[in-house]
């Protein structure tokens, strides 16, 4: 064991392998801080030129990409409020919260080097978990991953904030729309709407970026500020020092949630995109003080961070003890260890060990370079929080746009993006929690599919007396328990007014705006209805999650609404007031415009193309909504233009959407001209 | 007369110069649409197929590869009949869903026929089983039902699968719903079902080092006159037998019947375009020569065939292109009795 631990880092220290791990350290924090690309482009883009390498080095540069990016996406989970990957989302909660308050630098501190101890962690379990771990993955089949899946569900309890009944809700309409697209028992599509955009399933990214991303940055631009929003100091590399102190203070969090993500990671099908709502919602239910959560606790950004770096470690056993790739990007490094004639299973245990721990060492080397160079710039990358709002839009836009469309390269991406994003912002202005929306949407596929899956294997619920299942329903139960205590000592603690102000946990989104809060009842109203009425006409088992989300749901809306009227009465009044109040305010007003500026550009591309319609959008935000002129906005247009031509079509090779005009523009160019540039 | 001749033959080079310009994809870029996400096992097929191409194209353009994923794997061919550029700049590197065709499946626009055919390869098959359950052909009519872990019962590959084990009169239960071949294999791993229906490269990445599990039998492909042909040496492990010889062991005689007629007519016409590389339709006929010829050129380039077996396995078996035309154009004419055993298969 030691001699080939010893050989796997010696197979790293050559100065071909070193100059690749750091190639693959820098694409992968590119990567990771651009919302929406990730980690398995990167390593799809670098796949083709690792077939004539060396293996030490193929493995080297794809796993430096696969290990960092989830380093680096911390940076526009705490700067922007938008998620960098799937599996930063919840720093988001209380990340953002941080860099508002002018605390990025600290955040950043605490976030990397719980990533590097994360990843380092990983990396160990990895090695040691090898040769024995083999029997426990083997346990957890179908009826295991459901009640796994149930756990992280439960979850969801320490994500509702001040009202349980939204939190459930939006639990509920986060399970429904995960059942868009084909069945899995029967070749039905469900809610397709007769768009073979949603015959496969609604797509993560363009529905998390809706939710989270968009709002986020509307806020930036309607509230006419800079992200933070205090005295512009970033503290500098105090607060960078305060952050890793923050780490070191709470390194027994940092062991849990790394141990969370680890043990998460290697079940096939779980993934990086759950891991840090675990992790989060953890860290908030072992808290004894955990009414900051939600506003900026760095106890929350200490524990998804650990988490979702642990995780690629863990999902590596059993892509190479057995070859059973547990995500797209754990596929991609199969394909390239088999491109490199390593076959995984035994023979990377025995006599290819030495391979096995170089990529051990990979892990770890790239995870705490990564998070020493993140380190050594975030004092400057912190500077960006305090920064006009409106030179940050424009171009954080363009990668939320392209960030969505990369995913199918379809209209429906960004039509998704879209009505997510109003769904996002009337949530956020209506008080209605997002994380269990997104929460639910990522565990409800699998929890479908492993009922079903157990349901037939075991041909009924025989499976429930399984040990593994039986632990797993004790923790559902304490977790529920626990969740019911503290919503009991919470509504204690509204007694006392000061008290009063924190009960929102985790819940940061309280403009509460009466209105638009009824508007979002009346949006999940109408779509629980449809689907009922809808998914009467299916099969028992096609239909059974759909209702099994939207019944208890509709009747949690009637007791909502039921206590509504009550608290409201009399209603027209009300309403009139209320009406009145949300018309006249400048954010709704603005938010209004703000999608119309959209719309318009959505046009815009639908005639000219993508390339077009994008830079239009960059420059009319600078000139219309930041008030600048001249060379500084010709300077901007032109960088978006430039990444948009030279990283997106270039590198990436995206499929551009075919605009109606543009036969009539290729006609009028010259000859001789890149019609590829403009269309 | 002579003055004539000159002028006819110099007018006939000047039109094969001018068409060979046409052919001529210099300085063009060819973009190949695949039909799966980037990173997906089929991704890479398409990608390896994509960096070999441009070599084969007179010309040598650049040749990328764009995902466009969707509908079911709908979308990509959607995008190629209605969009496509016609000049040979745009193919698709996707799977022709025939039964989804047949069925009318929601979200499928393309017409199959219409489209220019460059080129068709059929994946080697096999079932595989836990050898603790199937280490016999006797094991497949034991008494208690061996369970099959399927993609779903519409799935054409499972529908094939279904159809070898109707054939064999096999004692077996389907549980579909598993999302591929890399579920089924971990729950074969696990023992929570026996068996599934592989492609040849699945079966290698997921088994090719394991005891656990291994072929039972592969399914061979069929000459025109319906008799199967030998698979080519190497593919499968030594030993594993066809699924015609598994029959004559438990029946003493060949395989024969309604179940057989319909699973070598689904072998045949069904099964033999899992990878399909389609044009837009209405494209100049050279052009569409120009680029069967390319695709011919690149199947049988040794350094994407080495390319292919470091990266995935064994390739899969590619067609001519008369064979591919004729999949093409005639995978709906199903006779009355299959269209009926595949009713019943799917009723169950």
Known sequence: ?679 | MKLKTILTAGAAVLFSAIAAQAQDLAGKTVTIMVDVPAGSGGDLHGRIFAKNLGAHIPGNPDVIVVNKPGGGGATAMNTVFEQGAKDGTMLCYCGLDAAGVIAGAPGIRYVPEEMAHIGSAADSLAFVARTDRVGKAEDLRGDEAILIGGRGKAVSMDIFGNLGLKVLEANYRYIGGFGGFSKIAAAMLADEVHAGHAGLSGFVRFFGDNDTAKPVYYHPFFDTDGAPLPPREGIFPDGVPSIVDVYTELNGEEPSGDWWDTYVWYRSNIMSAGIAVTAPPGMEPAIVEMLQQAFQDTVNDPAYLEEYRAAIGEPPFFNSTALTEKIFTSFRNAPEAVNAKLEELLAE
């Not at chain 1, 939204?166 to 709407?193: M, Q």
């Not at chain 1, 990369?406 to 209605?432: E, V």
Request: neutral net charge.
């Open chain 1, 1 to 679: 064991m030691i001699g080939p631990l010893f050989d796997g880092v010696l197979l790293l220290l050559d100065w071909s392998t070193l100059g690749y791990l750091f190639l693959g350290i820098l694409v992968g924090i590119w990567l990771g801080a651009v919302p929406g690309l990730g980690g398995a482009l990167g390593i799809v883009l670098a796949l083709p030129f690792t077939f004539s390498m060396d293996a030490p080095d193929a493995i080297a540069l794809l796993l430096a990409i696969y290990a960092v990016t989830s380093t680096s996406d911390t940076i526009s989970s705490v700067l922007l409020g938008i998620p960098g990957t799937a599996s930063s989302q919840a720093t988001v909660l209380d990340g953002y919260p941080l860099a508002q308050q002018g605390q990025a630098a600290r955040a950043f501190g605490a976030a990397f080097t719980v990533s590097a101890f994360g990843g380092v962690f990983g990396a160990i379990v990895l090695a040691v978990s090898l040769p024995i771990i083999m029997p426990i993955i083997l346990k957890f089949n179908n009826p295991e991953l459901f009640m796994l899946g149930l756990v992280g569900l439960v979850m969801v309890a320490s994500l509702t904030g001040a009202s349980i009944a939204k939190g459930l809700i939006a639990a509920a309409f986060g399970l429904l729309i995960s059942t868009v697209g084909y069945a899995d028992d029967a070749a039905i599509p469900r809610f397709w709407i007769g768009q073979s955009y949603l015959l496969d399933e609604l797509p993560l990214v363009p529905v998390v970026l809706g939710l989270f991303a968009l709002p986020e940055i509307m806020d930036l631009a309607l509230r006419n500020t800079s992200i933070a929003k205090g005295v512009p100091d970033t503290g500098g590399f105090a607060q960078l020092r305060q952050g890793i102190g923050d780490a070191f203070r709470n390194w027994w969090l940092a062991v849990r949630c790394s141990a969370i993500g680890v043990y998460v990671g290697m079940i096939p099908g779980l993934g990086g995109a759950v891991v840090d709502w675990i992790a989060y919602g953890h860290a908030v239910q072992s808290s004894k003080d955990n009414e900051n959560f939600g506003k900026g606790d760095i106890r929350g950004v200490i524990a998804p961070e650990a988490a979702n770096n642990a995780v690629r470690g863990g999902a590596l056993i059993p892509t190479v003890a057995f070859g059973i790739p547990g995500s797209a990007m754990n596929a991609l490094l199969l394909s390239a260890l088999l491109i490199q004639g390593l076959q995984p299973g035994k023979a990377m245990l025995t006599t290819n060990l030495d391979i096995t721990f170089s990529m051990v060492w990979a892990i770890a080397i790239a995870n705490i370079v990564a998070a020493g160079l993140l380190m050594l710039w975030s004092n400057g990358i912190s500077k960006l929080a305090f920064i006009s709002g409106h030179l940050v839009v424009p171009g954080v836009m363009l990668f939320i746009l392209m960030g969505a469309w990369t995913t199918n390269a379809a209209p429906g991406d960004w039509i998704t993006l879209l009505i997510f994003g109003a769904i996002g912002f009337s949530m956020k202005r209506g008080g209605w929690p997002r994380p269990p929306v997104i929460l639910a949407f990522v565990l409800g596929g699998m929890i479908e599919n492993s009922f079903l899956l157990s349901w037939k294997i075991h041909e009924g619920l025989g499976w429930l007396n399984r040990p593994i299942v039986l632990v797993l329903l004790a923790i559902i139960v304490l977790t529920l328990g626990l969740s019911i205590r503290s919503g009991f000592r919470m509504r204690q603690s509204r007694q006392d007014p000061e008290a009063k102000q924190s009960s929102n946990l985790s819940d940061a989104d309280a403009d509460a705006d009466p209105l638009l809060s009824v508007a979002v009842w009346l949006m999940m109203f109408a779509v629980f209805v449809a689907a009922i009425w809808i998914s009467t006409d299916w099969p028992v088992l096609v239909a059974a999650m759909p209702m099994l989300a939207a019944a208890p749901a509709l009747m949690l809306l009637a007791v909502m609404a039921a206590n509504g009227l009550w608290q409201s009465r009399p209603l027209g009044p009300w309403l009139s007031r209320h009406a009145a109040i949300s018309t006249a305010d400048p954010i709704n007003r603005r938010a209004v415009a703000f999608f119309a500026y959209l719309g318009a550009m959505l046009l815009v591309a639908v005639l000219v193309g993508q390339k077009i319609a994008i830079v239009a959008f960059v420059l009319a935000y600078l000139v219309r909504w930041g008030g600048y002129r001249g060379g500084r906005v010709a300077l901007y247009g032109l960088a978006c233009w430039a990444v948009l031509i030279l990283f997106y079509d270039r590198i990436v090779h995206i499929f551009w959407f075919r605009p109606v005009l543009g036969p009539a523009i290729s006609a009028i160019l010259p000859d001789w001209f890149p019609v590829w540039l403009v269309i």
